[in-house]
T-cell receptor
């Protein structure tokens, strides 16, 4: 079963703009992870934020986590056409043994 | 970093035949591997978790006899789709995780296999 929802489901922006994607989840977590998937390809791990962290940066990525609202956001700054992909948030299942994914946000960045 | 190799990347097979998908951890020992299925424009759905040397644990609704998983070594897990039908056409992705390091650095995924059953 899926852990939560991402919104928006689809996002279209111009190069240079910022893209923000949100993720909500249902159960308590140890960490929340964001992944990227290019069309028809595997997943690439972007960033992991632990439950005791509120914000984390990695290059042009900024992730926030609000455990009281059970939500997270991924911000991509100064987007590029190469950022076009689907982005998924994921949390571990209750047993802590596997990742459960949200529905994903499809980002299109046009030049 | 950890690399997971998945083969084949795509396969077309006839209805009723079986297809085997391999997932190998190249530079680390994966005691646990996960198999996911993804339909077009949808998210990944966990199918099963396999632990080396033991039977796989399947998620609710996944047919054990149809999706055979073998994890005979610390570097190889296989998923065999038996008696494939067109509705089995999908994108299958493996992942290695369950290691302590995965809790800090994330899970490593294979590049996926596009299965088309005709």
């Amino acid at each position: 079963s899926q852990q939560g929802e991402e919104d928006p489901q689809a996002l279209s922006i111009q190069e240079g703009e910022n893209a923000t994607m949100n993720c909500s989840y249902k159960t308590s977590i140890n960490n929340l992870q964001w992944y990227r998937q290019n069309s028809g390809r595997g997943l690439v791990h972007l960033i992991l934020i632990r439950s005791n962290e509120r914000e984390k940066h990695s290059g042009r990525l900024r992730v926030t986590l609000d455990t009281s609202k059970k939500s997270s956001s991924l911000l991509i700054t100064a987007s590029r056409a190469a950022d076009t992909a689907s982005y998924f948030c994921a949390t571990e299942n209750q047993a802590g043994t596997a990742l459960i994914f949200g529905k994903g946000t499809t980002l299109s960045v046009s030049s | 970093g950890a690399v997971v190799s998945q083969h084949p990347s795509w396969v077309i097979c006839k209805s009723g035949t079986s297809v085997k998908i391999e997932c190998r951890s190249l530079d680390f020992q994966a005691t646990t591997m996960f198999w996911y299925r993804q339909f077009p424009k949808q998210s990944l759905m966990l199918m099963a978790t396999s632990n080396e040397g033991s039977k796989a644990t399947y998620e609710q609704g996944v047919e054990k006899d149809k999706f055979l998983i073998n994890h005979a070594s610390l570097t190889l897990s296989t998923l065999t789709v038996t008696s494939a039908h067109p509705e089995d056409s999908s994108f299958y992705i493996c992942s290695a995780g369950g290691q302590p390091v995965a809790a800090y650095y994330g899970y490593t995924f294979g590049s996926g296999t596009r299965l088309t059953v005709v």
